[in-house]
């Protein structure tokens, strides 16, 4: 693992890549870490270099306790990675928060990647945003449980119900392994702190990437799964395809919003398709 050092001085933890061939960049959702990729990747390294990194506050990138996460910040990590990594207009490939920082990193400078993949980004049209006021993203992630006995312990918890329960076993098992720390109290932690997730979605309305999609100009394919009663991001995935350039919708009836993670050996084959076409 390697580090740089990215915006207000916090150092990003660049994951070791799988594979060998063209660069793959994937960007994890809130919550998450980069080995949560893990499994999908290694479906990829036969003809690709998948490289992941943990977003500031996540994983092995630690945050100030009283950080506001500003979500421009996301987007100038992923320059501060690729940059790092010398990568020469890889493939990015992101989910949800990961999504949007990707857009945010192409916009702030075009032509960094020959073209995108995303699951659900979060990048709200007028009409659509959140106003402030209570969340139920926020308030379920101050109510997270932060501590388990063992990591055996938090996979059985997880595997058991929503809505980490879709996982794949192996998406989830990459999660639980490295998404906590040991505590010196002989507990593990999760290394994304429940307050500092609760941040992240408090402000993920405050940005306005979507009037920027127009900038955009690499091919980009947005994910996105089953559509449901109230606004979200699958709600919103056809209005950012539309609003791209050159944007193009898939649509997965049978997935949810951790789509990537339920099925890795799909999304693969998908991003292989994509890889191969620009």
């Known amino acids: 693992m390697r580090t740089v050092v990215s915006a207000d001085g916090l150092s990003i933890a660049i994951h070791d890549p799988v594979g060998a061939g063209s660069d793959i960049l994937f960007a994890h959702a809130t919550g998450f870490h980069g080995l949560v990729w893990r499994p999908l990747a290694q ?3 036969t003809d690709h270099r998948c490289w992941a990194f943990d977003f500031r506050g996540h994983g092995e990138s630690i945050a100030p306790d009283d950080y506001s996460f500003d979500w421009t910040a996301f987007g100038v990590d992923v320059q501060s990675v690729v940059d790092e990594l010398s990568l020469v207009r890889p493939i990015g490939i992101g989910h949800s928060k990961g999504a949007t920082a990707l857009l945010m990193a192409e916009i702030a400078r075009p032509g960094m990647f020959r073209g995108l993949y995303l699951f659900e980004p979060i990048t709200f049209p007028e009409g659509f945003r959140p106003e402030g006021g209570p969340s139920p993203m926020v308030a379920a992630a101050r ?3 932060p501590s388990f006995p063992s990591r055996y312990e938090a996979y059985k918890n997880y595997a058991s119900k929503p809505p980490l329960s879709v996982f794949h076993p192996d998406a989830l098992h990459a ?3 490295h998404g906590f720390v040991d505590g010196l109290d ?5 290394a994304c702190r429940p307050e500092h997730e609760a941040r992240i979605f408090e ?8 009037e920027r999609l127009g900038e955009v100009t690499c091919p980009v394919v947005v994910g996105c799964g089953a559509v449901g009663e109230t606004p979200g991001p699958a709600m919103i995935a056809p209005l950012v395809a539309e609003a791209l350039p050159d944007g193009r919708l898939e649509q997965f009836d049978d997935l ?3 789509g990537p993670l339920e099925a890795p050996s799909h999304f693969a084959a998908r991003i292989a398709a994509f890889a191969g076409s620009v």
């Open 43 to 45: 479906l990829l390294s």
């Open 203 to 210: 402000m993920g309305g405050s940005h306005r990437t979507f």
């Open 175 to 177: 999660y639980v392994d």
């Open 186 to 190: 002989g507990l593990v932690h999760l």
């Open 256 to 258: 949810d919003h951790f």
């Open 143 to 145: 109510r997270r449980r």
